[in-house]
C-alpha cells in the first residue's frame, strides 16, 4: 500500500485542522492504520490508531478528547481531526499502515512497514 498524507497548515491556537491519509494499492481495510507526528528534535510520537475496519480506536493518553482519528474504508482514507490545537502540537505527522502489527505493537513507530510522506502542521499565533 502507499500512503499519501495531507491536510497539513498554519493555524493559531485554538483551532481546528484535518488531515487525510489517502491509500492506494492494496485493500485498505487490511491495515491498522496509525498517526505519528515528531517536533523538531525530538523522537517520532504515536497519536493514535485506528483498527482494521474502523470502530476501534486508540489514542495517546495526552491527545484524548481533542484529536479524532476516523477511516473511510469505501474512500481507502483515514482521517485525523485535530481541535482545539495548541503550539505544542506543532510538527510533521504522519500516517503509517502495516497489516500485521500487532495491538501490543501499535505505539511502536520501528513497527510499521508503509509510512506516508508527512504534513506539517504549524500552531501559532
Known amino acids: 500500500v502507499q500512503l499519501q498524507a495531507s491536510g497539513g497548515g498554519s493555524v493559531q491556537p485554538g483551532e481546528s485542522l484535518r488531515l487525510s491519509c489517502a491509500a492506494s494499492?492494496?485493500?485498505?481495510?487490511?491495515?491498522?492504520m496509525a498517526w505519528f507526528r515528531q517536533a523538531p528534535g525530538k523522537d517520532r510520537e504515536f497519536v493514535g490508531y485506528s483498527e482494521r475496519r474502523g470502530g476501534n480506536t486508540l489514542y495517546a493518553d495526552s491527545l484524548k478528547g481533542r484529536f479524532t482519528i476516523s477511516r473511510d474504508n469505501a474512500k481507502n482514507t483515514v482521517y485525523l481531526q485535530m481541535n482545539s490545537l495548541k503550539p505544542e502540537d506543532t510538527a510533521v505527522y504522519y500516517c503509517a499502515a502495516d497489516a500485521n502489527i500487532i495491538l501490543s505493537s501499535i505505539r511502536d513507530y520501528t513497527k510499521y512497514k508503509t509510512w506516508g510522506q508527512g504534513t506539517l502542521v504549524t500552531v501559532s499565533s
Open positions: 494499492g492494496r485493500t485498505f481495510s487490511n491495515y491498522r
